[in-house]
């Protein structure tokens, strides 16, 4: 099942806050966390493993609640570089799946960031 | 260069035709694979290949074939191209288990079926 992400869209002025967030119907092994620009490939952010470590680049953080089999990434004080779509993937927790090899991607977050 | 290329970036073909789409990478990642990127749908695995001769199915396989007979290269295999296989295609890999690691981008193939 693919990880519900939301909010779908979000807009946000220069300086603002924003977070976003990742869902899973089922126990989770790790959250990874993508940036892709227009027309460009997705590109890394950070990966959260098991554990609910929170992790941080940047002005970019993520967290990851296992027993609510979510994850969650703030970006503070954004800036106009932060604009793209947002992915979160996942992978299934190894109690429930042999194979954590695979990551399920969220439809994404368009992140809107204006002057 | 180093990293990982795709070919062609852009294709155009015909309904019941064959395309194979490449993906070679450089860096001896042990892990590839194949995505599709749809309007509302994200980035969907159709295969991916945790080492050369392994490969297994992701979420949408069907109608794709592939193969992995050098660790560099993962080519991507449209049997019979249909208009639903109008997308997006990108290639990624990783050094190890895809799920620990980051994996790194192609920059895409854009197919059109007609």
């Known amino acids: 099942q693919q990880p519900v992400q939301s909010p779908q869209a979000v807009i946000l002025r220069e300086g603002e806050d924003a977070v976003i967030n990742c869902s899973s119907s089922k126990a989770l092994y790790s959250v990874h966390w993508y940036r892709q620009k227009h027309g460009e490939a997705p590109v890394f952010l950070m990966i959260?493993?098991?554990?609910?470590e929170q992790k941080g680049h940047e002005k970019i953080s993520a967290s990851f609640n296992e027993k609510k089999q979510q994850s969650s990434l703030y970006l503070t004080a954004s800036q106009l570089s932060y604009s793209g779509t947002y992915f979160c993937g996942t992978s299934p927790s190894p109690s429930l799946s042999y194979n954590t090899d695979k990551l399920i991607f969220g439809t994404g977050t368009r992140l809107q960031v204006f002057p | 260069d180093a990293g990982i290329t795709q070919s062609p970036r852009y294709k155009i073909t015909e309904t019941g035709r064959q395309v194979t789409l490449m993906c070679h990478q450089t860096?001896?990642?042990?892990?590839m694979f194949w995505y599709r990127q749809d309007l509302g749908h994200g980035l969907r695995l159709i295969y991916y290949s945790a080492a050369a001769d392994i490969t297994d199915k992701g979420e949408v396989p069907d109608g794709y074939v592939v193969s992995r007979s050098k660790t560099e290269n993962f080519p991507l295999t449209l049997e019979s191209a249909t208009r639903s296989q109008t997308s997006v295609y990108f290639c990624a890999s990783s050094e190890r288990q895809g799920a620990s690691y980051e994996q790194y981008f192609g920059p895409g193939t854009r197919l059109t079926v007609t």
């Open positions: 860096w001896s990642h042990s892990y």
């Open positions: 959260l493993l098991k554990g609910g």
